[in-house]
């Protein structure tokens, strides 16, 4: 066994890995939720619900020895970036807003923290390094706007809002009182989208730089933009 094929079966075995982490620990976080109803509505069931569909189709197409389509890469690239802004938000602004108990505190650790790394990880030792353009940003952007969107559309109509900085009511834990401060955390959030895409950008290009300046051989080719 070459050195390819073995780094294949490992990338099979890794994609499989966080597939199977991902649709497990979504399912069991929602099942024992005191509310699957409002769990449904996280973005990190959402963002790891993408991570299990990309990493299970990403199996196949190895198992059946056929290319992936431009479609799954452009998903791998929403993985790492949502997994990512899953795992700081809710270190950074909603771990101390609840504790969880049982199989949850497992389930939580995983969905915030390991299934981030493991892509990361999947991202940087197996993955294709590619030129995108700075137009890809907005690409990887357009799941967490129409969230965001659907979101407040939806607390303007039952009052319901799946997390405090989208609504405007009450003050904080419950909401931060008003539509400019809603604002204010979109705005944030969108420069941290902005600011994670060009550093995704960024290392592509670096791991590029570096792969054909030492290998001009390598499997990642010459320097090219992606496109859809």
């Known amino acids: 066994m070459n050195i390819k094929e073995m780094m294949l079966k490992l990338k099979l075995i890794f994609h499989i890995l966080i597939s199977l982490i991902g649709l497990i620990s979504v399912v069991l976080h929602i099942i024992y939720s005191p509310d699957p109803l409002i769990s449904i509505t996280k973005l990190t069931i959402h963002a790891n619900l993408i991570v299990f569909i990309t990493f299970l189709l990403s199996s196949i197409a190895i198992l059946s020895k056929k290319t992936e389509i431009p479609f799954q890469d452009f998903l791998k690239n929403c993985s790492v970036i949502y997994t990512f802004v899953v795992m700081l938000t809710y270190h950074f602004l909603l771990a101390r807003g609840g504790e969880y108990d049982g199989i949850r505190i497992i389930t939580n650790f995983t969905l915030h923290y390991l299934i981030p790394i493991l892509v990361f990880i999947n991202w940087t030792f197996f ?4 030129k995108y353009s700075i137009k890809f940003i907005f690409y990887w ?5 129409l969230y965001t969107v659907v979101s407040l559309l939806r607390g303007l109509i039952d009052g319901f809002y799946p997390y405090f900085f989208l609504n405007p ?3 904080i ?14 705005t944030a959030f969108l420069f941290f989208y902005i600011i994670l895409g060009l550093l995704l950008i960024s290392l592509n290009r670096i791991f590029l730089y570096f792969t054909n300046k030492y290998n001009p051989y390598s ?10």
């Open 173 to 186: 834990p419950v909401g931060v009182g008003s539509y400019s401060n809603v604002a204010l955390f979109i």
């Open 219 to 228: 499997k990642h080719g010459p320097s090219k933009k992606n496109v859809l």
């Open 141 to 145: 952007m357009f799941y967490p706007l």
């Open 127 to 130: 993955e294709i390094k590619k």
């Open 169 to 171: 009511n009450g003050e």
